[in-house]
Every structure is written in structure tokens, then in C-alpha cells.
């Protein structure tokens, strides 16, 4: 059965925008473009590969990442190179996260010390700031090229 656009994104629960991203980029075409009108209308035997893709994205697999395994064919071994490398990811990010969380507990502990040296406390405390600045850069760095590629 066809669906107009605007029918398949309320089926599917996906916006008409992703739909026409996802058409544009080649990962997620519609079953028939009418040619006079430029309509999309899409099958509902489609949602089960629409949902492949919204499970992948989910996980956090980048949408150039999803049309590799797609036009694979779903194979095996590049889905399971994709899914090690986002967890690699997450990984990697994770330790920023419990660096960041390191130097936020020195902080706190140094704000709580009874030391009767102000001067160094200052100073450690304008350190650690920065190191914070510094690895949140780097989060940030790193964050916008894994979600953008």
C-alpha cells in the first residue's frame, strides 16, 4: 500500500524533513516519485527498513555510516566494524567525562580544605580551570566531528 509523504511520516513517526534528507542523500528512498507532481509515496512494506536505520541512528551511527551498511546489503562485518567504532567512541568520551569529573572533585576538595594558604589555593584553583576549559575544548572538538561526519 502507498503512502503520500506527509502519511508515511505520520505512520512511521519520523518527520516529512528527514524523509526528504534521507531521500536526497540516497539512503532512504521513496518507492515512487510521481513524475508530474515530484510526490514521494512510499510503501508500508518500507517501514521495516525505516526502522533499521532509525535503530542504527539511535545508537549514535552517523548517517554516512547507516548508507555504508545499507548499500552492503546489511552486511555482517561492516555493521559490526560501524558498531565497534561508535562504541570506541563512546569510549573515548566517557573518559573525557570521568577526567572532567577527576578535576571538578580536586576542585571541590580544595575548596573544602582548611589550608591557610589562599594564594596557592587561587592559583590551584585557576589551574584546574583551565584544564577544564582546555579538555572541554577538546570535548567539543571532538563531539562536533563524530556527530557531523
Not at 24 to 40: H, Q, S, V
Request: proline share 1%.
Amino acid at each position: 500500500m502507498l503512502l503520500k509523504i506527509h502519511e508515511f511520516a505520520e505512520f512511521s513517526g519520523i518527520s516529512t524533513r528527514a524523509l526528504h534528507l534521507y531521500d536526497k542523500i540516497g539512503l532512504f528512498c521513496p518507492a515512487k516519485t510521481d513524475e508530474t507532481n515530484g510526490y514521494r509515496y512510499y510503501d508500508t512494506e518500507q517501514m521495516l527498513e525505516l526502522n533499521t536505520i532509525l535503530s542504527f541512528k539511535k545508537v549514535g551511527l552517523p548517517l554516512k555510516d547507516i548508507k555504508e551498511i545499507t548499500l552492503s546489503g546489511y552486511s555482517k562485518e561492516i555493521i559490526a566494524k560501524k558498531l565497534l567504532e561508535r562504541k570506541n567512541e563512546n569510549q573515548k568520551i566517557i573518559d573525557i567525562t570521568n577526567f572532567n569529573n577527576e578535576i571538578i572533585d580536586s576542585i571541590l576538595l580544595n575548596l573544602n580544605s582548611d589550608s591557610s594558604n589562599k594564594t596557592n589555593e587561587e592559583q590551584e584553583a585557576l589551574r584546574l580551570s583551565k584544564l577544564i576549559c582546555l579538555e572541554n575544548e577538546k570535548l567539543e572538538q571532538y563531539l562536533s566531528q563524530i556527530l557531523w561526519l
